[in-house]
């Protein structure tokens, strides 16, 4: 698996604040956003007494009063590499706030004399470890792309040809996501909520990536 982030909204911080702000100040969101406000909440230290900025204690209270529909205006892109078909089932439940686009095995040759050179699988971490199951599974894959080989030679449609693929077949897509929406996607699906261990797997490296990028969000993913 591999997980690059394409974008994401400059001034991110600056964003969530002029939005969070525009609910409760007289001014108007493009003097917030321009002028000294945001500045004035960095200069000053935290009022509840956790630490930071007010500005951090502004974006605390947001979080954990639920109010969270001020963060939908910051949004990330995501490049998702090397996932199984069987992750794909599992993320495309997340439907508001979430947007995809999806290698299509309908246009692209799974076949291997094709560019592909055949269809690319995820072993799953219990068999890769068993012997006797990986040898039970690798040979499955062989046999499903020989199936598809022989579809593909006799003329079968690539859409009809990728009947025979199983939820093992490896994927790419790009994926757009709001802060709200994928926080509520890390506290469903993080480590240790019972997830299955790819889309968790999928929920940290996305949580890692972004707070690379934004590392004054790592609290929030925490504390959801």
Not at 34 to 47: I, L, P, V
Not at 92 to 110: A, E, L, M, P
Not at 147 to 173: C, G, H, Q, W
Request: include cysteine; glycine fraction near 6%.
């Amino acid at each position: 698996m591999k997980v690059k982030l394409l974008s994401s909204t400059p001034n991110a911080r600056e964003v969530a604040f002029t939005a969070i702000r525009t609910c409760y100040s007289h001014n108007k969101p493009s003097d917030l956003f321009d002028g000294e406000e945001y500045e004035k909440y960095q200069r000053k230290t935290a009022t509840d007494g956790k630490g930071g900025t007010d500005a951090d204690r502004l974006f605390r209270h947001i979080v954990s009063s639920g109010h969270t529909s001020t963060l939908e205006h910051i949004h990330f892109v995501f490049a998702i590499e090397g996932v199984s078909r069987s992750l794909l089932a599992q993320l495309t439940r997340h439907r508001v706030g979430f947007g995809y686009s999806v290698q299509s095995q309908r246009y692209v040759s799974d076949a291997s004399d094709k560019k592909k050179g055949g269809f690319q699988f995820i072993v799953p971490p219990k068999i890769q470890e068993n012997p006797e199951a990986l040898g039970i599974y690798l040979d499955a894959m062989r046999k499903i792309q020989a199936a598809y080989d022989l579809l593909s030679s006799s003329k079968i449609p690539k859409e009809d040809a990728r009947f025979v693929l199983p939820n093992a077949a490896a994927i790419n897509l790009t994926m757009s996501v709001n802060l709200r929406a994928l926080l509520e996607f890390y506290a469903k699906r993080r480590k240790g909520r019972g997830a299955q261990w790819e889309i968790a797997n999928l929920a940290e490296e996305l949580r890692r990536v972004v707070v690379e990028k934004e590392d004054w969000l790592e609290p929030y993913f925490e504390t959801k």
